[in-house]
């Protein structure tokens, strides 16, 4: 890692630890500011030690990003499965434009596809969301749009993976993210690593207002601000905001707070891809009555194909739970627990009501 990049990358712990210092004055003085749920309050400590971290190891952020996605460098290396894995992903791409097909980037983490690019389980994700916006005409909407600078925000980005993949796809646009000061370590990083070139604004309390409220944020490729800023960005009106698997782990108020604001500013769609319920927060209610009560939802259902069984695999199948049932009666095996139904996550393309006074 060369001098400039290990200061970028010092500037940017610096910024988030001003950020946590903002919080914690604010929190003192009462003002909600919007902390973490306590479900997530947890996973901010599990990697608060990325902070202290020498500059020349986020070099290697990817092996760190797990803690946001699950998608653990280590899969790759002891899990079987690779076949099935590209299996699934070129099923994924059918009818896809190369263009909007995804790839890890330099420094991902995955199993290797025939062209020597690599894929991840985190690719296989944002690739199904490029794939939603893409059918449903929202990707072209934008992009066809190249004389007029389009503004995205994404409220809770992670790690940037999808900002840095879909920005690229999309061309002209502002990206905004919005997220927890903790998290803002990981996107600001990762995107300036990859995005040399580009123009990225981190937020400071210092130049905030001259950089972001104002006409001056759409100079900016990249704009990264924390969550308890989201208040400022009142005056802009967005064309896509979407929202993955982070709704679900935030309280009902926070929740609330964030859809009205986005009912108020899009002028476009939003998208969500989020559980209704997350059995681990219960600070939370039901997401889908939320969203329904301020946006038109149309939901996104992915038909796999089903696969043909032959004569000889049903026999199989039918004996397999035969012997199964047996040994049960028997007592050579446990009769199986009752399993908590599982809690899917639902894909929502949603349009602001039309008396919520977005403009």
Known sequence: MD???????????????????????LQAEEIDVSSPSKYWADFCSFFDYMLWLPEESFSKLRLHT?????????????????????????????????????????????????????????????????????????????????MQRKAVLEIGAGYGGLAHHLSKILGNVTYIIVDLPETLL????????????????????????????????TSFDFVLIPNYKIDELRHLRFDLVINVASLQEMRTDQVNMYLDFIAQTCRGVFYSWN?????RNA????????????????????????????????????????????AIL??????????????????YICKPLRNNGSG
Not at 286 to 295: G, K, V
Not at 330 to 335: E, F, I
Request: glycine share 4%; with cysteine.
């Open 66 to 146: 797990y803690h946001l996605t699950g998608d653990n460098y280590q899969i790759y290396y002891f899990a079987k499965g690779a076949e099935s894995f590209r299996a699934a992903w070129e099923e994924l791409i059918e009818g896809i434009p190369c263009d909007y097909v995804l790839y890890e980037p330099q420094g991902g983490i995955g199993f290797p596809c025939n062209n020597s690019q690599v894929i991840s389980h985190d690719i296989l994700r944002f690739q199904r969301i490029i794939n939603t916006l893409y059918r449903y005409g929202i990707i072209s909407s934008i992009a066809n749009a190249r």
């Open 283 to 326: 600070e939370l209610g039901n997401l889908s009555e939320m969203l329904r009560a301020r946006f038109e939802l149309t939901e996104v259902v992915v038909r796999r194909p089903v696969k043909r069984l032959t004569r000889k695999e049903k026999t199989r199948f039918k004996l397999r739970q035969v012997l199964r049932s047996v």
């Open 186 to 217: 990981f996107s600001a990083s990762y995107l300036s690593l990859l995005n040399p070139d580009k123009r990225i604004y981190v937020y400071g309390c210092t130049d905030f207002a001259e950089s972001v409220c104002s006409d001056a944020i």
């Open 3 to 25: 001098k400039k990049t290990r200061e970028m990358i010092r500037n940017i712990k610096s910024k988030v630890i001003a950020m946590l210092n903002e919080r914690q004055r």
């Open 275 to 279: 559980q209704d319920t997350n059995p």
């Open 330 to 347: 028997v007592g050579l095996l446990d009769r199986p627990k009752e399993r908590t139904p599982d809690r899917p996550n639902r894909e």
